[in-house]
């Protein structure tokens, strides 16, 4: 079994930056996929970015080229860097650990407002 705490979300102007981290514990898999999804008030969980063990990265177009996602292999540690925020980008943002099936953190709150 898989544990997912996420921190680093908050209140943030726009154009401003953010830096979300995932620790998973447990029994870890060396095959993961980790990333990020997000769900805004009334809209569906919609992907944000993910990263396979070798690093690999995947981004949802809204995000491209303004959020960059690591992995610290070592710390079990997925990062999320938010740069230039939008009020759009205002959302619950979960972690997901991903092997045969998927595990999500409890979320963490994103807000966008000046």
């Known amino acids: 079994q898989v544990q997912l705490v996420e921190s680093g979300g908050g209140l943030v102007q726009p154009g401003g930056s953010l830096r979300l981290s995932c620790a998973a514990s447990g029994t870890i898999s060396r095959f993961y996929v980790m990333g990020w999804y997000r769900q805004a008030p009334g809209k569906p969980r919609e992907l944000v970015a993910t990263?396979?063990?070798?690093?690999?990265?995947n981004y949802a177009d809204s995000v491209k080229g303004r959020f960059t996602i690591s992995r610290d292999n070592a710390k079990m540690t997925v990062y999320l860097q938010m740069n230039s925020l939008k009020p759009e980008d205002t959302a619950v943002y979960y972690c997901?650990?991903?092997?045969?099936?998927?595990?999500w953190g409890q979320g963490t709150q994103v807000t966008v407002s000046s």
């Open positions: 990263t396979t063990p070798r690093s690999i990265t």
């Open positions: 997901l650990y991903r092997v045969t099936d998927d595990t």
